[in-house]
């Protein structure tokens, strides 16, 4: 029956499969680039979630109360914020993302997040609370129920908790009452790459200029490339927009291999290359235990039962080996080898690090936390 393959070794295989060449797949425009100017608007506003049962925020959080006081006195009802005393109310942190060119009456998503000592949102009502942008200006209003993906539950000291049920979602919470303008009839629009790269930025350039015309693209740097439409479409931006983002392009990018030390996890790209490089590889296994040693008296002597400890130190090297790769060998050609030694993913992290210490690493290492 043959052998199974361990886990170390089907890591290794997988790194490997990923670090093999692969053709080259073109890319949309649309996937590689955005309009500058034409993006997203961080909203936030602060607000109160009511109807909790007895999870909300508690007297010493004196915010709330503050806030129930002066809620209620814009209804016409006066009370001093410390006789306050509800368990049923949260006050919350409320954002929101404001998508390009929404127009006033379009419903968008909300995020909820408690700012006091809640124990969970379940169940909560948001109020009726205005979302600002950076500018000051209200953009859109958000009421509606909290959904929250998570719970809280205790009883005589034990407690069970699942997720984050300080934080939730009110899913088309929000109606937006201000649009941004985005002025895309001005010339020259810029597209902005979202990895820059000359050879990508180039392509990107090229491929407009067969489609629109001589002269309709040019790459200003590795980020941007700028669009000057023809002088019959100076007034069409949109529609000279919808033809470049279905553009395919070729996109290029630097040869990376990305690591994680936590996890073992290697991810090597494509036209990732090792110069002519020796690697040894071993380990040092050291166990250190502690036994329990009890003295005990002699019959009917004097003494008494001494308890103590003893430690033993034991250590044992792994067999090692020696690999050679030649030039232009690649990480899967390194992933095989360090197999046949037996290394774990660990291993194969520590040798590609110590492998770019010594500027044999023809690749871009990135080391996550």
């Not at 927009?241 to 073992?264: H, K, N, Y």
């Not at 005990?296 to 250590?315: I, K, L, M, W, Y």
């Not at 690090?353 to 936390?369: F, M, P, S, T």
């Amino acid at each position: 029956m043959p052998a199974r393959p361990t886990p170390a070794a089907l890591a290794l295989a997988l790194a490997a499969a990923l670090a093999a060449p692969a053709p080259a797949a073109a890319a949309r425009v649309k996937e590689l680039a955005d309009v500058v100017g034409v993006r997203e608007n961080a909203l936030y506003g602060y607000g109160l979630v009511v109807g909790l049962p007895g999870t909300g925020d508690s007297e010493r959080v004196l915010f709330t109360q503050q806030s129930v006081a002066g809620m209620l006195g814009r209804l016409g009802i006066r009370i001093d914020p410390k006789d306050v005393r509800s368990r049923n109310v949260a006050a919350v942190m409320v954002t929101a993302r404001l998508p390009p060119f929404a127009r006033p009456g379009t419903r968008i998503d909300v995020a909820v997040a408690s700012m006091g000592n809640a124990r969970s949102l379940a169940g909560g009502l948001l109020l009726v609370t205005p979302l600002s942008g950076g500018d000051g200006k209200v953009y859109a209003v958000g009421q509606g129920p909290v959904q929250v993906a998570g719970y809280d539950a205790g009883a005589g000291g034990a407690e069970l908790r699942k997720n984050t049920p300080t934080s939730g979602r009110v899913a088309g919470g929000a109606t937006v009452e201000r649009a941004v303008d985005f002025a895309l009839g001005q010339a020259p629009l810029v597209l902005a790459l979202r990895r820059p790269d000359l050879t990508t930025a180039t392509r990107v350039a090229a491929a407009v200029n067969a489609k629109l015309g001589a002269g309709t693209a040019r790459a200003l740097d590795p980020a941007a490339v700028e669009l000057s439409p023809p002088a019959a479409r100076r007034d069409d931006a949109v529609g000279v927009l919808a033809e470049v983002e279905l553009l395919e392009v070729e996109a290029d990018q630097r040869a990376r291999v990305v690591v994680s030390e936590r996890t073992g996890t290697v991810v090597a790209g494509e036209g990732v290359r090792l110069r002519p490089v020796a690697v040894a590889h071993g380990g040092l296994q050291v166990r250190v235990q502690r036994d329990p040693a009890v003295s005990q008296p002699a019959p009917f002597g004097a003494g008494r039962t001494v308890e103590s400890t003893r430690d033993r130190a034991a250590a044992a090297e792994a067999a090692g080996g020696v690999v050679a790769l030649p030039a232009a060998a690649s990480v899967e050609d390194l992933a095989r080898a360090l197999d046949l030694l037996g290394a774990s993913p660990r291993d194969l992290v520590a040798v590609l690090e110590a492998i770019r210490a010594a500027g044999a690493l023809d690749a871009d290492l990135e080391v996550l936390e």
